[in-house]
């Protein structure tokens, strides 16, 4: 099936195939007649990266007036980073129509802002800021049409339950609503069952624990060698993630490849909003190749031609991992992820991994270490467990008075 068989615009049409895409994907199959035939609220449960945007976005554009210039649809996301991305997509999706098209989200000035609500028709936008808007009275809803939840189990993960449901207040009753989401948990149903009504569910394929198209390996290396170990990894046409654990680490390492000629860039929580916005943006037009990111900062991006994840330093638990290699292998392209591992880390990442079912094999980079080094940090790890359990000191016993 085409795009066009879809029954969408000739416009919406054109726009995707200018983008490279000739087939429309399993959610869009499913999910563009749906909101096109304008009757029932959609609920959508597809994979992460299958194309959800384009799957409400591509019906809604062309169901929007381009004459009112008003909010006509509201789109919810739980980061700035995909607010932003979710905007974007929306314009190369819009081709030559005059829909005019906002993200609105924190850390950005609030006057420019409001100065585009005036005449903007789709609101892109995170909880936070939507609901400051709203409380300022230069974000109305009256004339909204669509409301539209993107990776709502996300959402509400971040505790955004209570900021949702004030917007679900501050809109109209005469509404659709459309709630997009890879897994489906219970509050997540609960929401859905509260403000949707008789909602038409769409469930492709649930979001796997670990996509089945990211290859899986760690590297044992010593704690000297691991950056010599990373620069080999990052010769092999490379062009993704290196994520630290700490702010500093990404700083201090994105400096050190950029000296070693590596086209690395750093991205955390202390640089400021435009700033973040311009490294991702360099990293997206693929000027930068390797970015060097926290946890939080690389939170919602979503570039399906990511290669590789190489976890620079071992993730804390099994949902940072999962979050971790995420970000490759998505829209049905093969990515890599790489863990690189000091020796006395090997058990503990194993027992991170266990829960995703997924065997994660040692790579051929990993080094036959020296006898020495292996015992000296077999030592460590007895001593370090030793102290855990036993050096705390016991209450002493109070001597009884006859």
Known sequence: MS?????????????VERKGFSEPTDVQREVIPLILDGRSDVIGQSKTGSGKTAAFGLPILDLIDESRKEVQTLVLTPTRELAIQVSE??????????????????????????????????????????????????????????????????MLDMGFQEDIEAIFRATPREKRVMMFSATMPMDVLLLAKKYMKKPEVVIVSRDEIVPGEVEQEFVEVSPARRYEVLKRILN??????????????????????????????????????????????RFKRGKTEVLVATDVAARGIDVPEISHVVNYSIPMNTEQYIHRIGRTGRMGRKGKAVTLLAPDEVGRFRSIVRRTGVKVRRSELSEELPREYREMMRRETLESEYRRRWSKQRPRQRRRRY
Request: proline share 3%; net charge positive; aromatic share 8%.
């Open 3 to 15: 795009f066009r068989e879809l029954g969408l615009s000739k416009a919406s049409v054109e726009a």
């Open 236 to 281: 092999g046409g490379f062009y993704g993630i290196v994520f630290c654990q700490t702010k500093v680490e990404t700083r201090e390492l994105a400096e050190r490849l950029r000296r070693d000629g590596f086209r690395a860039e750093a991205l955390n929580g202390d640089m400021s909003q435009p700033a973040r916005e311009r490294t991702f943006g």
């Open 89 to 154: 997509e929306l314009r190369s999706l819009r081709g030559r129509r005059k829909i005019d098209i906002y993200a609105i989200y924190g850390g950005q000035p609030i006057g420019p802002q409001i100065r585009a609500l005036k005449k903007a028709q789709i609101v892109v936008g995170t909880p936070g800021r939507v609901l400051d808007h709203i409380g300022r009275g230069t974000l109305r809803l009256d004339s909204l049409r669509f409301f539209v939840l993107d990776e709502a189990d996300r």
